[in-house]
């Protein structure tokens, strides 16, 4: 050995790009988690913490199907997982989440490969919304229209009925199971 040579490179912007993009994530105002090509979570930002109750230090390195999504959801959440590890991304999947205090909200994830500098897949992260609200909204809006004293009724762009209420049931004769998707004019007028 007559002695060594090393060659440098200044990757100085790049960490504090790195960085950059790590404190966006971590301060968005939606809940961002991610998995490892195991399923293991090894992003989970602030909004995913207050949201859900659990620290990252509490979810980190567990696996996100089998602990924090509930049991009659997790083959389509893997499923929805395995398919972004494979490169095709969903968007507007809804499915339940389990609070560290055990209240079930409603989460609508769109789910995006995560890939490494080469192009190689490294785990997916996943967007979320709280929309459980709107949901609860939409069943009152639901409740409403159904127990309303008069006769409401919905068609949809091709005129097949997607609204019928129990008044118009009662009012018309025919039940709700009846009518839905069939075309009220040709059908019923």
Avoid at 6 to 18: H, V, W
Avoid at 51 to 73: A, H, P, Q, R, W
Wanted: proline residues 2%.
């Amino acid at each position: 050995v007559i002695g060594v040579v090393g060659i440098g490179q200044d990757i100085t912007a790049r960490l504090a790009q790195e960085r950059e993009y790590s404190k966006l994530i971590d301060t968005a105002n939606a809940p961002i988690f991610g998995v490892d090509t195991q399923g293991l979570v090894n992003v989970w930002n602030q909004c995913a913490q207050r949201l859900v109750g659990y620290s990252f230090d509490n979810v980190m390195g567990k696996n996100l199907v089998e602990e924090f999504i509930t049991k009659e959801y997790r083959t389509a959440v893997k499923a929805v997982l395995d398919e972004a590890m494979q490169g095709k991304e969903t968007a507007n999947f809804e499915f339940p989440l389990i609070t560290k205090n055990g209240v079930r909200i409603e989460v609508l994830l769109n789910a995006t490969t995560r890939r490494d500098e080469q192009g190689n897949v490294i785990g997916v992260v996943g967007i979320g919304q709280d929309i459980t609200g709107r949901i609860a909204q939409e069943r009152e809006y639901s409740k409403l229209i159904d127990t309303a004293n008069a006769p409401i009724f919905g068609v949809d762009t091709e005129g097949r009925v997607n609204v019928w209420n129990q008044c118009a049931m009662k009012l018309v004769g025919y039940s709700t199971e009846e009518v839905m998707g069939h075309s009220l004019v040709q059908e019923f007028i």
